[in-house]
């Protein structure tokens, strides 16, 4: 009760900072419970970590709301920024040395995330927040700790938590809508022969390289689908939408520099994840497999088939079970594909910008000069087409090279931002220009998953037991560190943080020298789905820390970047 936790606050005032572990434990305080999970050992180290739980007879979000799993994933979304923003509200709280003072969730960024921030459960709303214990010096600041409790907690609560005023709930329905449409038109996808759409009004460029925002409206062209490839879909909640649908297939994406294709690229790479309300890519959907692919020279690469790409390297490298500690350009996409094939996937999105040139072309002139036998690559238009034959599509951006009119379905061209559809052009070129290039590579073979070894994953190996999340685009395993920075589609720290552990969490439980990388992934997968993704943590039942759900295919991504994998073929 109240009266507990003044008493504990009373005693430990003017002691050393150990005192506060006196703390732990949980006090009901008026209508809430506040759980202290975790007391951090000095004012400057990770804060403590508590959690609050308010039954939701107080907190009055109508059940409607949470009560289906997509509703409930963007109310705790909506709740958690909401949370955020009292947080904000309070003001700077600076309440002695260090963190002493601190108030913290983990409120996401331009994504709506399932999160272990907030969890509504049939029963109740319980938040988890960082706080950092005040302290002068190394000095107990009691009254300080008393305030924090007792009225910070309280009136974010109040104003984060509780469902008050009839704006509330509107905001908060419009969040869950917003959310629901999009998990809507991504299901229709695939029924409708599509592998992406781009809502009309969609504002797809951002504010910087390194701001997720929009670019604001005086500056942003919003979308407009181009006549031709205008379909209709529709939404529970907004009704019916129109815009852009990029059919199955292959899909070139041309134009002149700066014209807006990388630009198209990027949301639609983003498009697996849902957006909140003022993104400008809440009508951007995409299938929830794409992957993003890239060259990312000097990654390791663990006895990968990347054959369909490579062969006959010199010295007769083995190119079926490819390993090295450096790839180079086009090994390194070529790996990146056969991994996306490995783990799942039926859209790749490519971007000249970041591929490697001899992977995706090598047109007559060369093909003339350099004989097949002296090349090792195949490139990517030779196999482009087998991919879809296989039910994979590929979008990718291409303003250098037009031997890929041969190969498209669909061609749209960006000019000054505006997508115009110029396949028939394009196909009139393609035959009035013969490219006289040859078909290269023979048929694409088969797929082999690979077994990854119990051994790869011992962070302890040389005494190390720590795995940390660094940003978003790296991860300390033990001793290694994984680089995730070329990892398009990673967006949140939180769910690097979360990779992390449930390579842990995977290697413990379920790796036995004998599943398959994606078996083990989706055993991963299928116990957050039953339990919650709280499962995947160290401190399962507490505070569990801030994670944001990986897709699997992140999760993959980072398991090939561990420098100490092993597998058997
Ligand atoms: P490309 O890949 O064709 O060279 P980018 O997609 O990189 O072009 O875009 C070039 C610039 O134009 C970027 O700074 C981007 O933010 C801006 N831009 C892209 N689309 C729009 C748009 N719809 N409205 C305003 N600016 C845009
Ligand atoms: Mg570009």
């Known amino acids: 009760s109240k009266e507990q936790l003044l008493r504990v606050l009373n005693s430990i005032d003017g002691k050393g900072y150990k005192a506060y572990k006196e703390l732990y434990g949980a006090y009901r305080l008026d209508y809430f419970t506040l ?67 601190l108030l913290y969730i983990d409120s996401g960024g331009q994504e709506i995330l399932p999160r272990t921030a907030m969890v509504i459960s049939p029963e109740y709303i319980e938040i988890r927040l960082s706080l950092g214990l005040p302290a002068r010096g190394r000095t107990i600041l009691g009254r300080e700790a008393a ?60 504010r910087s390289g390194i701001s997720q925002l ?32 990029i059919p199955q297939g292959i899909t070139l994406i041309v134009g002149g520099g700066f014209h807006g294709k990388s630009t198209l690229l990027r949301a639609l790479e983003r498009g697996v994840y849902n957006h909140i309300p003022g993104d400008g890519r809440e009508l951007v959907v995409t299938v929830p497999d794409a992957v993003k692919i890239r060259a990312e020279d000097g990654r390791r690469v663990e006895k990968v088939d990347i054959s369909p790409f490579i062969n006959n390297l010199p010295y007769g490298q083995n190119t079926e079970a490819f390993s090295t500690e450096e790839a180079s350009g086009s090994t390194s996409q070529a790996a990146n594909i056969m991994e996306a094939l490995e783990i799942g996937t039926s859209l790749l999105l490519l971007d000249e910008d970041t591929s490697a040139t001899n992977f995706m072309i090598r047109d007559h002139r060369m093909q003339q000069l350099v004989a097949k036998e002296k090349e090792p690559i195949t490139p990517f238009i030779d196999r482009v087409k087998q991919l879809k034959e296989l ?97 398009e589609q990673l967006v949140d720290p939180s769910q690097t943080r979360a990779i992390g552990d449930i390579i842990r969490y995977l290697a413990e439980r379920y790796c036995d020298n004998r599943r398959t990388l994606r078996e083990l992934i989706q055993l991963v997968l299928e116990d957050i789905n039953q339990k919650g993704l709280d499962i995947i943590s160290p401190f399962y039942g507490q505070h569990p820390g801030d994670y944001a759900l990986p897709r699997p295919q992140e999760i993959a991504a980072a398991i090939n970047r561990l420098r100490t994998l092993k597998v058997v073929q």
């Open 391 to 487: 039910g994979i599509s590929t979008i990718m951006v291409v303003g250098g090279s037009g031997d890929y009119f041969d190969v498209a379905d669909t061609v749209i061209m960006m000019d000054a931002y505006v997508p115009r559809d110029v396949t028939a052009q394009a196909k009139e070129i393609a035959v009035k220009f013969v490219t006289h290039r040859q078909q290269e590579g023979g048929p694409f073979g088969r797929l082999r998953p690979r077994i990854p070894l119990k051994e790869s994953f011992d962070p302890r190996r040389r005494g190390k037991t720590k795995i940390r999340a660094h940003g978003v685009e790296e991860i300390t395993f033990g001793y290694e560190d994984i680089d995730l920075s070329y990892v």
């Open 147 to 206: 305030e924090m409790f007792l009225s910070d907690v309280p009136r974010i609560i109040e104003e984060g938590l509780l469902c008050r005023h009839a704006r509330d709930l509107e905001e908060a329905r419009h969040h869950v809508a917003v959310a629901e449409d999009q998990e809507a038109l991504r299901e229709q996808l695939r029924p409708a022969g599509l592998v992406a759409f781009v809502g009309n009004g969609s504002i797809l460029p951002r």
């Open 214 to 245: 929009p670019l604001p409206a005086d500056k942003a062209i919003p979308f407009v689908s181009p006549p031709t490839l205008e379909v209709e879909l529709q939404a529970p909640n907004a009704g019916r939408v129109r815009g852009m649908g």
């Open 35 to 101: 759980y202290c999970d975790y007391i951090q050992g000095d004012p400057f180290a990770s804060p403590s970590r508590v959690r609050i739980r308010v039954e939701h007879k107080k907190a009055a979000w109508p059940a409607e709301l949470w009560s289906v799993k997509v509703r409930r994933i963007a109310l705790e979304d909506f709740l958690a920024r909401r949370v955020a923003r009292a947080i904000r509200a309070l003001g700077p709280r600076h309440r002695g040395t260090g963190k002493s003072g």
